[in-house]
Nanobody
Framework: QVQLVESGGGLVQAGGSLTLSCAAS????????MGWFRQASGKEREFVTA????????FYTGTVKGRFTISRDNAKNTVYLQMNSLKPEDTAVYYC??????????????????WGQGTQVTVSS
């Protein structure tokens, strides 16, 4: 397993941008598919985006498609989430996740092998 630490959350006005980072420890980072989930207050954790181990394929939930971009740098053991045109409904704690495949990430959060501690993103109107 890998250990994950997110950073980059904060308070931003609607229409603004933020970039989240997730740093992973361990030599096997490049063998993991990575993803981001979010959990708003009083709601269940939901899938946001995922990227294959090579970075060749990415997947997004419909509400963020065209606004968010996931990327990874395997040399730096880091995955990023660039968030543009932020909306108040994007307010949530964002979690980084690792699994063997993107199918596992998108299919069922119980298949995620490692979670980060979460970082708060607040979008004001």
């Amino acid at each position: 397993q890998v250990q994950l630490v997110e950073s980059g959350g904060g308070l931003v006005q609607a229409g603004g941008s933020l970039t989240l980072s997730c740093a992973a420890s361990g030599r096997t980072f490049s063998s993991y598919a990575m993803g981001w989930f979010r959990q708003a207050s009083g709601k269940e954790r939901e899938f946001v985006t995922a990227i294959t181990w090579s970075g060749s394929s990415t997947f997004y939930t419909g509400t963020v498609k065209g606004r968010f971009t996931i990327s990874r740098d395997n040399a730096k053991n880091t995955v990023y989430l660039q968030m543009n045109s932020l909306k108040p409904e994007d307010t949530a704690v964002y979690y980084c996740a690792a699994a063997r495949t993107t199918t596992q990430i998108m299919g069922d959060p119980r298949h995620v092998s490692s979670w980060g501690q979460g970082t708060q993103v607040t979008v004001s109107s």
